[in-house]
């Protein structure tokens, strides 16, 4: 691929060490995650107990976030490469997805950890990789953990949900070339509502609601948020637009996959977002097929700990194509794909798509600059990761949860 080139961690590692700011050592605390701990496949270094400063791996830019990512690699991986992005970051730095790996390569079994696909996102995902990659030393001999982040770069680094070329990376992994000449009709009547083409304007937020109420009333919750959120093809400044091409992110993730789990017959990933659901909650959303085995599993295992929902039949989400999980079973037909989304909820769906809504505008009709820009991007960071200390403990231990139970039941 063009604009990618990987680096292996050998000879890389010493230098990482050395430019990376020292991240402070969590001290122990007594207290366990949870008084349901299932066995584990994964193991953690003194236990996992002592996690209590998870708010330390909360970073404030991509920059840091992704130096504190090189570090843990760097400490505790057995490979790790970088994929060059061909675009520039928010203080003109470069983009970078970074994914180590734990175990050997093309191992039989692969637990995926991912983070910023939604760009903004990736600050909870990143606080989670750092904290697993912090204390987890090896898998069972025939199990590999691999930590894939800041997929989104872009988006990261300049806090927005979409990448470089405004698409929504969750919409963009056709399987059918049809995907980018669909027609999404909800979202065409709705675009001057969705995506108006000026500045925010104060008057307009504040008659927003009651705008929301009107569409509500004509159209219904679930209309309106599926005919919004399911993705469109249309628009390449509005919101949830899904490309017209593979992404290059999608691209280098695909070749990754292709030639790292040639031999891997079982895949569970955790891709990591936040938005939408309960406040705090995590929300887990599958695309198991009607009867397939792993339901049950599912069941049993998550529904003690987590809301769990069909990715398209579910109340939070909608159904919307050309999302990560589909990609990747497509490209690794050999492999059983147990692909799972952890869904954190922030605030309430109208307050969360109003800063989406309002974010968009300012970046495409303003030019903000200085203190005003980074107040907006602030902004819009609290409305998908949060500040709050409660929120980021929690979302972080139900993340590693997550990967622990889903690790004991997939495998
Ligand atoms: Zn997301």
Known sequence: MESSTKKDVDGEGSRLRRTSKTVEDPTTDPKTITSQEPSRKIHFKNGFNEISRITSFFQESYISARRQFRMYAAEGCDSYQQLEINAKGF???DLTIDIARIGLKNPRNAVVLISGTHGVEGFLGSATQAAVLHKTSILSKDTSLYFIHGLN????????????????????????????????????????????????????DFFFKAKVG????????????????????????????????????????????????????????????????????????????????????????FSSFYKIEHDKEGEVATPNLGGLQQGVQHILSNCEVSWLIQEVGTYDPITVFRALRKEN??????????????????????????????WRIRAVKDGILMLEIGTNCFF
């Not at 509005?238 to 593979?246: S, T």
């Not at 970046?363 to 409660?390: C, M, N, W």
Request: without cysteine.
């Open 91 to 93: 203080s003109g730095e």
């Open 153 to 204: 770069p872009y988006g990261m680094s300049h806090v927005r949900r979409v990448n470089e070329n405004n698409v929504d990376l969750n919409r963009n992994n056709a399987i059918d070339e049809a995907l980018w000449a669909s027609v999404n009709e909800g979202y065409t009547k709705l675009y001057d509502f969705i995506n108006p083409e000026s500045p925010p304007s104060t008057i307009d």
């Open 214 to 301: 009107w569409k509500l009333f004509r159209h219904g919750m679930r209309s309106l948020q599926s005919a919004v959120t399911a993705g469109q093809y249309q628009f390449p400044k509005g919101l949830y637009y899904g490309g017209r091409v593979k992404e290059q992110s999608i691209k280098l993730l695909e070749s990754f996959f292709k030639e790292e789990f040639q031999n891997t017959k079982k895949l569970y990933a955790v891709e990591i977002h936040t938005g939408l659901g309960p406040s705090g909650e995590t929300t887990v959303f599958h695309d198991f097929p009607e009867n397939d085995p792993r339901l049950s599993d599912l069941t049993n295992h």
């Open 361 to 390: 505008r300012q970046h495409f009709y303003t030019d903000l600059t200085g203190k005003d820009l980074i107040k907006v991007k602030r902004d819009f960071l609290e409305a998908f990761v949060p500040q709050s200390e409660k």
